[in-house]
Nanobody, 121 residues
């Protein structure tokens, strides 16, 4: 089995910063894409930032210039540095990864349990 586990959420004031971490573990051969999505109350889940299969980074327009995605390939971990947080950033943040497991023939999409980010005004 493979899994991704998020950490780093919490409560912060407007303008503050948080750093989220997501670590993939298990019998992993390769990770094709990995990043973050979020879901605010009453809204659909949306992309925040992700490393694409082509090696580039896609950012959602609302977070460009404020959020930075980085990774440590040796640790199968991605980080989301969030600066200049706004109340509209309040959401559950989910890690997503496209993983090839040892012995598998197909890529597997894996979601984490989510971590809550609350930005107070």
């Amino acid at each position: 089995q493979v899994q991704v586990v998020e950490s780093g959420g919490g409560l912060v004031q407007t303008g503050g910063s948080l750093r989220l971490s997501c670590a993939a573990s298990g019998s992993i051969i390769s990770i094709r894409a990995m990043g973050w999505y979020r879901q605010a109350p009453g809204k659909q889940r949306e992309l925040v930032a992700t490393f694409t299969s082509g090696g580039t980074i896609d950012y959602a327009d609302p977070v460009k210039g404020r959020f930075t995605l980085s990774r440590d390939n040796a640790k199968n971990t991605v980080y989301l540095q969030m600066n200049g947080l706004k109340p509209e950033d309040t959401a559950v943040y989910y890690c997503n990864a496209n993983i090839l497991r040892n012995g598998a023939l197909r890529w597997l999409e894996v979601w984490g349990q989510g971590t809550l980010v609350t930005v107070s005004s």
